[in-house]
Nanobody, 122 residues
Framework: QVQLVESGGGLVQPGGSLRLSCAAS????????IGWFRQAPGKEREGVSC????????YYADSVKGRFTISRDNAKNTVYLEMNSLKPEDTAVYYC???????????????WGKGTLVTVSS
């Protein structure tokens, strides 16, 4: 059974850092494309970052480029999202999702985690 579990969210001050984890079970993470998405209150879900299967190529939304880094540890079957220089506008529920293709589109994702809340506030 495919399962994704996010962790690492919390309250952080502007300028601070957090590392989110997405632990996968039921499939080999290295064989899948993993995306991070977020949804802020009253806003649509948006793609944040993605790491594609096979070659590990990555995608970042313009709003997080240079601040967020996605990585994966195949041995731990976990994908990470390192978030630095956090801003209040990064406040959202963050979700990881996966598909066995190379698409980073939310519409292409087959499985989703339940999300972890990130709040950036002083």
């Amino acid at each position: 059974q495919v399962q994704l579990v996010e962790s690492g969210g919390g309250l952080v001050q502007p300028g601070g850092s957090l590392r989110l984890s997405c632990a996968a079970s039921g499939f080999a993470l290295g064989a899948a494309t993993i995306g991070w998405f977020r949804q802020a209150p009253g806003k649509e879900r948006e793609g944040v970052s993605c790491i594609r299967r096979s070659d590990g190529s990555t995608y970042y939304a313009d709003s997080v480029k240079g601040r967020f880094t996605i990585s994966r540890d195949n041995a731990k079957n976990t994908v990470y999202l390192e978030m630095n220089s956090l801003k209040p506008e990064d406040t959202a529920v963050y979700y990881c999702a996966t598909n066995l293709r190379r698409s980073c589109s939310s519409n292409a994702m087959d499985y989703w985690g339940k999300g972890t809340l990130v709040t950036v506030s002083s």
